[in-house]
């Protein structure tokens, strides 16, 4: 039988949306599943702030009376009026290997965002560029860092089936323990900036790192704003956000570099919680200490970059080298430290992708994202 497409509207078909990777994906020893609630609080307007300005409205696919995969489409209104586009986005997109199932999906996201008035479709938004985001194409043998995505390798086929095609890459790169040594060329370099003395800088500590992340999001806002992709942040979800970093964030691994009194740059890497995430398989109990001593070692081994800014009259002075040779000469003085992934990174970001390549950063994942005109 054809699939047959409904849009969620009960608690019980909202369960089975927010479900249905869970039975997809069980048997995967990559996919790394959000925390249930999470995924439930991040889908509901009136819980989530991200949808005081945008709208969104998720389908399921059913045969014989199963789920078989699941979409949203997803309007955000302040990215379009920041960007001057009339984009609609694809998202939480979640498919058993079926040609008919995820074109009957697509299909149906397209209509509903055609009757919206957009120009066209991008996707994955999850929902959008601040969030997770991008199909994995490249490195489906290795599991997901915390807060990237994983999908089995058929997704890109169904996608690029439906007449979707690449809009932009993002990259994932790794520096291991054993790449932390610099080459001497760029040490000289690193030292040199270091003795011109344009800058201080200071890792971030627990009586000041709900405001240190207040100003690293200021300092991510204003040094891509000029990107592709870029969303900015409302005040609402910048405040979810400093709750939720808050929470995970090592302020061992955020450090601030200032020019005067002026935040100048900033980095920000998170343990990479998902070994724990794993075990946890979405839910939180009274065995989550347990999962945790258990995943206490790989978590505290491995690190995501997640926020990277540098003010853009700064740039030419040294600070990229800078941060990143603060951030490994921090891991090198931990003794569990094995790997650390700067994830994401634009494709089109030359000069970033260039510089994590000279601190031996090797490119092992490739995120898409996928764009499709909507016929007036």
């Given amino acids: 039988m054809p699939p047959i497409v409904i849009p969620v509207r009960s608690a019980i078909d909202f369960n089975a949306f927010v479900d249905f990777p869970f039975h997809l994906h069980a048997a995967s020893r990559q996919w790394t599943p959000d925390l249930r609630s999470e995924t439930m609080s991040l889908l509901s307007p009136g819980q989530h702030p991200f949808w005081e300005t945008a709208r969104r409205e998720l389908f399921l696919a059913v045969r014989n ?6 979409i949203a489409a997803i309007v955000d209104e302040k990215y379009n009026a920041y960007a001057g586009e009339n984009c609609g986005a694809f998202g939480f997109f979640e498919c058993v290997n ?3 199932t995820a074109h009957a999906l697509l299909d149906t996201a397209y209509s509903w965002l055609k009757a919206e008035g957009m120009a066209f479709m991008r996707g994955p938004l999850n929902p959008s560029s601040n969030y997770t985001c991008g199909l994995l194409v490249h490195g489906f043998n290795l599991p997901p860092a915390i807060m990237m995505p994983w999908n089995p390798p058929y997704y890109p086929v169904l996608l690029e089936s439906w007449h979707l095609r690449k809009e932009q890459d993002l990259f994932a790169y790794l520096i291991e323990r054993a790449s932390l040594a610099l080459p001497s060329q760029l040490s000289e370099e690193v030292a040199r900036f270091k003795a011109e003395g344009h800058f201080t800088c200071r890792t971030s500590s627990k009586s000041t790192l709900a405001e240190d992340i207040r100003t690293m999001l200021e300092l991510y806002r204003v040094s891509w704003a000029k990107n592709w992709g870029f969303s900015p942040l409302s005040d609402g979800e910048a405040a979810r956000h400093v709750k939720e970093l808050s929470s ?6 955020f450090v601030l570099f200032f020019h005067g009194d002026e935040p100048a740059a900033g980095m920000v890497a998170l343990p990479d919680m998902a070994p724990l995430l794993r075990r946890l398989k979405g839910k939180l109990g009274i065995t989550a200490p347990w999962h945790w001593w258990r995943a206490r070692s790989e978590i505290r081994g491995g690190y995501r970059i997640i926020l990277f ?15 990143l040779d603060y951030m490994l000469e921090k891991a090198r003085q931990h003794p569990l430290f094995q790997w650390v992934e700067g994830s994401w990174v634009l494709e089109d970001n030359v000069a970033i992708d260039e510089l994590i390549e000279d601190f031996c950063g ?5 995120y898409r994202i996928y764009r499709r005109e909507i016929a007036a």
């Fill in 98 to 100: 079926d040609h008919e």
């Fill in 362 to 366: 090797r490119l092992v994942k490739r």
């Fill in 309 to 323: 800014g540098i003010r853009e009259e700064f740039r030419l002075l040294g600070l990229p080298l800078l941060l």
């Fill in 248 to 253: 995970v964030l090592d302020p061992e691994f």
């Fill in 65 to 70: 009376g199963r789920p078989v995969g699941r």
